[in-house]
């Protein structure tokens, strides 16, 4: 099984993601601690190591192949990015898109990199400019296009075991016959 947790930063992916790892006793693969060991590696903050992925393609074209390949070739597991939902495709099982008000997740991202809440909304809202930008230019992917998910949660109304519960609920629920009406991704990606 491989399912997908894609949104935007802040939105719950990662706590999601390991609390669906965890119940359906799968690995959990995240982009996000794939890009921030990147950025650390290289001395940079994630927000510092975004802004030179906006000169140097090469970043992002790396990060989503490794991703990408992930999802081709292994299986039992959860994958977690902003855009696993696209890089899983057809791969998927099921692909999860979380979102959460900017002001709720700069809250999230305050609390977890003990910043300043309106400093974290903005920086927020500065990458996922600057990501969205990126993927439109690459991949042609409108990252604000939900078609290819099959399920999206607002996470600021549910606690993450209720999050939790109702993508179970989802998956253990899923009925392979109604396949036809999943929408399919027709990756043109270069990676």
């Known amino acids: 099984m491989l399912l997908t947790v894609s949104g935007p930063p802040g939105s719950g992916k990662s706590t999601t993601a390991a609390l669906l790892a965890e119940h359906f006793e799968l690995e959990h693969v995240s982009g996000g601690d794939i890009f921030r060991e990147l950025a650390d590696e290289r001395g940079y903050t994630p927000l510092e190591f975004n802004k030179l992925a906006e000169e140097n393609e090469g970043i992002d074209r790396d990060l989503d192949r490794r991703l990408r390949e992930v999802a081709i070739e292994r299986d039992g597991l959860v994958l977690e990015s902003r855009l696993a939902g696209w890089l899983a495709g057809e791969h998927a099982d099921f692909r999860f898109w979380l ?34 930008q990126r993927y439109e230019e690459y991949y ?21 075991d209720a999050v939790l519960d109702m993508l179970v609920t989802a998956v253990e629920e899923y009925d392979p016959v109604g396949d036809e009406g999943k929408v399919p991704i027709e990756l043109a990606i270069e990676l």
């Open 140 to 160: 042609g992917i409108d990252i604000e296009d939900l078609k290819p998910y099959d399920l999206s949660v607002n996470t600021a109304r549910w606690e993450p």
């Open 99 to 132: 979102d959460a008000p900017a002001a709720v997740r700069g809250e999230r991202i305050a609390d977890r990199e003990d910043k300043d809440p309106v400093n974290a909304t903005e920086e927020t809202r500065a990458r996922e400019a600057s990501e969205a």
